[in-house]
């Protein structure tokens, strides 16, 4: 099974349509992947989707980069007994 | 190089400062003064206080029957008699709308004030309006009114070219000719003093008002004669320093302080022609003037009078309290108004349909975390007006959040989250980068994607999510 920065990076690219190879965890969504507005809000809504969790919106959405995504995920899931 | 006088260091803050004691949003925003205003009257300094605003007995007067009537088809009795009923509501008990003028010519005219008075509300007044006229005093009589507009000319536009005058000796004669003929009729007369921004006020107005106020003195309190500024082109002039004719403070203060005419007789008619006509009828009020002629949402020929709802906010601004005013009247009175035909633009402050709606995102996103961010006050509250999000490309995930929100009517902790809408928030970028739209969304396509796209909420806060749409 894929680990969090795998899982994360899959539904990164697919929501912002860029190659996975590509992505890299020191990246920013926004300034380095181009994320707009409404795409960070599709990525919070994937990532919850993804992995079965909430999110506090002001904090996921205050996430920056992949690496910082995949910590705070990893942080939610343990917080709500989400297995990963 | 601009000499430097003074230095300003940061007041450091971690908590804000909202000035709530000017911004409280329960009410529209305070007026709020620290200190007297000094203009130059004849070459002196004079002083005009407008602290003293909060105590004296200022008031609002309508028009909306009389000059208002003159920019469109006329109103049917019923719906006059509605709007009168109307304004009964809005103004209160404590009579913020003091008075309101009718014509007197027609049998429908008369009809029209029997009607209203007999609805029985203290406030407003019925006034009249007549031609400067001796023979019209017998409608005015008949009609039962105690006080009636007269029209009087003041500028030499109007005396020598309007009313061929052959001087203005003749043209003063006639007019105390007519004031006698009220008083005769134990009727006040209201002397509108039309063009008077434009008249020569030392050679006729201030002489004509002097004997006017001479001929008063003759008659009991209540039959003495008030008088109306009517700037009837719009050129009054709300600036400190500006020249007279043209200086409402100047005009207001020889009036009011040489020639002794109080406050409450005392009214500023104004029109919009250059912008200026609500606070030229602030002004007016500040520097002394107590009663405010206005027209509902302005309504008049040409460019309007000051506008009613307008009179009405400043009002409360200047007082601090609602004083009996029911505000949400005036939602309801533009709903009217619209029924029947009269046009309100969509961003007419207070009541235009689009008055507190953004389309911005960014707004958006501030109206989302604090309403106050970028609303006037509690429309909600004030005039079960929220603030509403129109929605377009610009509008972002935090427009459609507050449009969704505001559509459920959720407040506070039950706010559903901008993540959860964001099919929304997508199908709406799609109209415009994939469709090329180049349209506002409308709330009916909004509210059915909603209903496709969020079918839980819609099923918990709308109805059953399996309804036929």
């Not at chain 1, 969090?4 to 020191?26: C, H, S, Y």
């Not at chain 2, 052959?166 to 008083?183: K, P, T, W």
């Not at chain 2, 002489?207 to 001479?214: C, D, Q, T």
Request: charged fraction near 25%.
């Amino acid at each position: 099974m894929a680990n969090v920065e795998q899982r994360v990076i899959a539904v990164t690219a697919r929501v912002l349509r860029v190659d996975p190879q590509e992505i890299k965890p020191e990246q920013a969504f926004a300034s380095d992947l181009g994320a707009e507005s409404v795409q960070s809000v599709e990525l919070v809504a994937m990532f919850e989707e993804e992995f079965g969790i909430e999110m506090d919106e002001d904090s996921a959405l205050s996430v920056q980069t992949v690496g910082d995504a995949v910590r705070y995920i990893t942080q939610v899931c343990h917080e709500q007994d989400v297995e990963v | 190089m601009t000499n430097v006088t003074k230095s300003y260091p940061l007041v450091d803050a971690t908590a804000p400062n909202l000035i709530e004691e000017t911004f409280d949003y329960s009410l529209p925003p305070r007026i709020r003064f620290d200190g007297p205003i000094v203009e130059y009257v004849d070459g002196q300094p004079v002083q005009f206080d407008p602290r003293e605003l909060a105590n004296r007995d200022i008031f609002i007067t309508d028009t909306t029957f009389r000059d208002g009537q003159q920019a469109r088809p006329p109103y049917t009795i019923d719906q006059m008699v509605r709007i009168y009923d109307y304004l009964g509501q809005l103004g209160g008990p404590r009579g913020v709308i003091r008075q309101t003028e009718f014509f007197l010519y027609t049998h429908n005219d008369r009809e029209t004030l029997d009607r209203c008075r007999a609805l029985g509300h203290k406030y407003p007044e019925c006034t009249g309006w007549i031609r400067a006229d001796k023979g019209d005093f017998r409608l005015v009589q008949q009609a039962g009114l105690k006080e009636t507009g007269v029209l009087t000319s003041c500028s030499d536009y109007h005396i020598f070219h309007k009313l061929k005058f052959s001087s203005r000796r003749q043209c003063l004669d006639s007019y105390c000719a007519i004031v006698d003929e009220a008083f005769a009729h134990g009727v006040r007369p209201r002397c509108h003093l039309e063009d008077v921004t434009r008249a020569d006020i030392d050679g006729f107005v201030l002489p004509y008002v002097e004997r006017l106020m001479r001929m008063s003195e003759q008659v009991p309190e209540h039959l003495s004669a008030k008088i109306r500024l009517c700037d009837t082109m719009g050129f009054g002039l709300s600036f400190p320093g500006a020249e007279l004719p043209r200086s409402i403070p100047k005009l207001i203060y020889k009036l009011n302080r040489e020639l002794g005419v109080p406050g409450a007789r005392l009214e500023w008619h104004g029109h919009n022609d250059f912008h200026k006509v609500h606070i030229n009828g602030a002004t007016a009020w500040l520097y002394g003037c107590d009663a405010l002629n206005t027209t509902l949402f302005s309504t008049r020929e040409r460019t309007g009078n000051p506008p009613l709802e307008g009179a009405i906010i400043e009002y409360i601004a200047l007082r601090g309290e609602l004083c009996g005013i029911r505000t949400a009247v005036i939602t309801e009175l533009a709903d009217y108004m619209r029924s029947i035909g009269v046009p309100i633009p969509d961003n007419y402050p207070f009541v235009g349909r689009a008055f507190n709606t953004t389309r911005a995102g960014i707004h958006a996103g501030g109206l989302r975390q604090d309403e106050r961010i970028y609303n006037i006050f509690d429309t909600a509250q004030l005039l079960g007006r929220p603030p509403r999000v129109a929605i377009t490309d610009k509008s972002g995930a935090d427009g459609v959040a507050h449009w969704v929100n505001e559509y459920f009517g959720l407040k506070g902790d039950q706010r559903i989250s901008k993540i959860k809408m964001h099919k929304v928030a997508r199908w709406v970028l799609d109209q415009y980068e994939q469709e090329h739209r180049m349209s506002a969304i409308t709330d009916e396509e909004l509210e059915a994607k909603v209903r496709e796209l969020m079918p839980e909420h819609w099923a918990k806060h709308k109805g059953h999510a399996g309804s036929p749409a």
